[in-house]
Every structure is written in structure tokens, then in C-alpha cells.
């Protein structure tokens, strides 16, 4: 037992891992939810339901990958991509929202800045666990 909790303070990687865990799961059921209620989405949204339907897909596919990389033995440098992504993912929402890219609605503008908001939580959640790891 004690070998354990040694090996567990001696983790410099978890909160990274969890962040990426914690995405990676969340974004998927998400993914699901999204592929499941496309056509209800894209009714209150403004957008289609094929545009729901892909968007659900690549969240579940976000997830599965995502919760892969956190599984790496070294998690640094994959951690720093997903939080690049997320970043990303986050200044794209502003932009679908703020240069009008598609007709939303008023619900598919909060939803979408919503996205935004998500990913920029995880992006610095990712970030502080990345600047946690000890480098060697």
C-alpha cells in the first residue's frame, strides 16, 4: 500500500491525465447526445441536421482519441495538442458566432459560445497540468 501512495505523490502527470479523461468523456457523451437528438438540435439551432449528425461524430471520435492519448506513458506533448485543440475550438465558436458564419438562432449562438466556454475550461485545465509536470 505504501508503494502505491509513494508512486501516487510521485505523479507529476495526474491532473493533465484527468483533464484529458475528463474531455475526452464528457465531449463523447456529448458526441452521442448530439447524433441522437440531431434533428431536434438543428430545429432550435438554426443549422442542419446533417451538420448535427457530423458534429456528434466528431465529438465521439474526439473522445475516443483524446482518452487514448491520455493513456500514453507520457502525456506532455499529446496534452499540449488537445489543449491547442481546445483553444482552437474555442476562438472557432467566437467566430461562427460573431461573424454570423451561419443563420443561428439566439439558443444555437449561446450553444455554440457555450462550446466555446467548455473548451476553454478544459483548455486550462489542460495547460495548468501540463505546466505541472516536472521536466527531466
Known amino acids: ?19 484529458m479523461r ?7 457523451v456529448l458526441g452521442v447526445m448530439n447524433v441522437a437528438l440531431a434533428g431536434w438540435i438543428a430545429e432550435i439551432s438554426g443549422t442542419t441536421p446533417a451538420m448535427e449528425y457530423a458534429m456528434g461524430a466528431f465529438f465521439i471520435a ?6 487514448g492519448l491520455a493513456a500514453l506513458r ?4 499529446p ?4 489543449a491547442i485543440g481546445n483553444l482552437v475550438y474555442t476562438v472557432g465558436s467566437l467566430v ?12 444555437g449562438d449561446v450553444l455554440t459560445l457555450a462550446a466555446g466556454g467548455y473548451t476553454m475550461v478544459f483548455a486550462e485545465l489542460q495547460y495548468q497540468g501540463m505546466r505541472r509536470i516536472k521536466c527531466h
Open 1 to 19: 500500500m505504501t508503494a502505491i501512495a509513494s508512486r501516487l505523490s510521485e505523479s507529476t502527470d495526474s491532473l493533465l491525465r484527468f483533464a
Open 22 to 28: 475528463a474531455d475526452a468523456l464528457i465531449t463523447g
Open 79 to 82: 496534452g499540449i495538442v488537445v
Open 62 to 67: 474526439y473522445g475516443v482519441v483524446v482518452f
Open 74 to 77: 507520457s502525456v506532455r506533448v
Open 96 to 107: 461562427v458566432v460573431l461573424a454570423d458564419v451561419w443563420p443561428l438562432t439566439a439558443t
